[in-house]
């Protein structure tokens, strides 16, 4: 079955840490792998998206992420974090001609 | 550009009472819409998607329905709400099954 893994359910890091938020996936196809970011009551944003190519994946805000397939992973990083980065954050993967499925999700803190 | 648009942002309604979400989508054609609920606390259960008018696949057994009437337009709906329907409801739309997906602001309904 196919599914998606966060293992970290809450991360506090300090401002201006480096930040890195996990992601496993178990999928039968070749996937497509996506980062969304939720702030307190709004929608999801998409961050980043990996299809094919270059494993390592610049999005918005500063955020990029790496493919593993070796580990099935999707990471995502960012080198200095920001008290604005503080949201939740949901990895997703999918394939073509089929749905999401989307990781349980990981809520971020920042310290001052 | 492509937006999409969901209301009420929020909403408190009786158990027992109706209910209708209503999303739109502008900028593009022949959308996949999907519809979401995220309780407090948990990640995001997949609900109703749509590839095209009149066209809706119901991803679990629920007390909720779903119509899309027009090309951009989606509509969940309910004729006895009931009180496990208190959520936070998203609506989505991509380009195909596996695109990314883009989302509007959510609403939240609180049974009472």
């Known amino acids: 079955a196919q599914s998606v893994t966060q293992p970290d359910i809450h991360i506090t890091v300090s401002e201006g840490a480096s930040l890195e938020l996990r992601c496993n996936y178990s999928y039968g196809a070749t996937p497509y792998l996506f980062w969304y970011v939720q702030s307190p009551g709004q929608g999801l944003q998409l961050l980043l998206k990996y299809f094919s190519g270059d494993t390592l994946v610049q999005g918005i805000k500063g955020f990029e992420a790496e493919f593993k397939r070796s580990q099935s992973s999707f990471n995502l990083r960012k080198p200095s974090v920001h008290w604005s980065d503080a949201a939740e954050y949901f990895c997703?993967?999918?394939?073509?001609?089929?749905?999401?499925?989307f990781g349980p999700g990981t809520r971020l803190s920042v310290l001052p | 550009s492509q937006t999409i648009h969901q209301w009420p942002a929020t909403l408190v309604q009786p158990v027992g009472s109706p209910l209708s979400l209503e999303c739109t989508v502008e900028g593009t054609s022949n959308p996949n819409l999907y519809w979401y609920r995220q309780a407090a606390g948990r990640g995001l259960q997949l609900l109703f998607y749509?590839?095209?008018?009149?066209?809706i696949s119901s991803e679990v057994p629920q007390n909720l329905s779903a119509s899309r009437p027009q090309d951009r337009q989606f509509i969940l709906s309910s004729k006895k709400l009931l009180l496990s329907d208190s959520g936070f409801y998203l609506c989505?739309?991509?380009?195909?099954?596996?695109?990314?997906?883009?989302f509007g602001d959510g609403t939240r309904l609180s049974i009472l």
């Open positions: 749509s590839v095209g008018i009149g066209q």
């Open positions: 997703a993967v999918g394939a073509y001609g089929q749905n999401f499925v």
């Open positions: 989505a739309w991509s380009q195909g099954l596996g695109q990314p997906q883009h």
